[in-house]
């Protein structure tokens, strides 16, 4: 029988999604443009709402939102956002809806700037995983405040301070695991 592992006590054990995020992704350093924009997306939905309601609906925003292709939805038009709107797979909210496609559209400049939105994000830590060192509970920090106004001086929506602390925390730049977890490591 295998021993229990230790997690972070936020995690809803009896949701296995939930159990696999943590213990697979979140924290976890990442560096592909298509997963970062697919975080993106997922965070700026979550905004008002559960993360775990976000990652219930994971597989329905990605069948909807085209494997989150910046490219493709950075071209839609008011007939996808209509059916967008209308798919109950995905958290149903205009203004978030058509955020997604202004900011796809602002990842893609983003890209070019920086040779990669990776090379972006990265840079406001220099390169570095930002660790907690301790147990209190955190929405934001001078490094969320800091990413969500360049963020906001491009153009992007549903992007604050709690939103980029959050989407840090899911792209690994910030370890937020508790202490006495075990993927705190």
């Known amino acids: 029988m295998e021993k229990e592992k230790r997690r972070c006590t936020w995690v809803n054990l009896k949701n296995q999604r939930y159990i696999d995020y943590h213990d697979n992704e979140w924290g976890i350093p990442h560096y592909d443009d298509n997963y970062m ?36 939805i950075s071209q839609y038009d008011d007939a996808k956002i209509e059916e967008l709107y209308n798919n109950n797979d995905i958290i149903k909210n205009k203004l978030k809806i058509k955020a997604t496609i ?13 040779k990669s939105f990776s090379n972006y994000i990265w840079s406001f830590s220099n390169n570095k995983i930002i660790k907690n060192i301790d147990d209190n509970f955190k929405t934001t920090s001078e490094l969320s405040d800091k990413i969500s106004n360049d963020l906001k001086k491009r153009g992007m929506k549903f992007v ?26």
């Open 160 to 185: 604050g301070s709690t939103i980029i602390y959050s989407y840090l925390q899911a792209i690994g730049i910030i370890n937020d695991h508790e202490l006495k977890c075990e993927f705190y490591k």
């Open 102 to 114: 202004n900011n796809a559209k602002i990842f893609i400049e983003i890209q070019k700037e920086f």
């Open 37 to 72: 924009f697919e975080f993106l997306v997922l965070e700026s939905f979550q905004a008002g709402l559960s993360w775990e309601c976000v990652l219930n609906k994971r597989e329905g925003f990605k069948k909807a939102f085209d494997d989150f292709d910046y490219n493709k």
